[in-house]
Nanobody, 122 residues
Framework: QVQLVESGGGLVQPGGSLRLSCAAS????????IGWFRQAPEKEREGVSC????????YYADSVKGRFTISRDNAKNTLYLQMNSLKPEDTAVYYC???????????????WGQGTQVTVSS
């Protein structure tokens, strides 16, 4: 059974940093397309960053390029999202997701975590 558990969210001031973690179980992370998505109040869920399972290529939304970094630790079967220079508009619930197929970074992945709240505010 595929399970994804996010952690690391919280309240941070503008310009600060957070690192989100997503512990995966029930499957091998390296075999799946995996990614981070976020949903702000009254907005649609959007792709933040993904790693494609076919070639390991990464995708970043324009709004986070140069500030966020996606990575994975295959030994720990864990996905990370390092978020630097955070802005108030980054405030959202962040979800990790996984899919056994090659996917674009769109919110149609097969398996989802429960989400972790990130709030950027002074």
């Amino acid at each position: 059974q595929v399970q994804l558990v996010e952690s690391g969210g919280g309240l941070v001031q503008p310009g600060g940093s957070l690192r989100l973690s997503c512990a995966a179980s029930g499957f091998i992370l390296d075999d799946y397309t995996i990614g981070w998505f976020r949903q702000a109040p009254e907005k649609e869920r959007e792709g933040v960053s993904c790693i494609n399972n076919s070639n390991g290529s990464t995708y970043y939304a324009d709004s986070v390029k140069g500030r966020f970094t996606i990575s994975r630790d295959n030994a720990k079967n864990t996905l990370y999202l390092q978020m630097n220079s955070l802005k108030p508009e980054d405030t959202a619930v962040y979800y990790c997701a996984a899919d056994p197929k090659e996917r674009l970074c769109l919110p149609f992945f097969e398996s989802w975590g429960q989400g972790t709240q990130v709030t950027v505010s002074s």
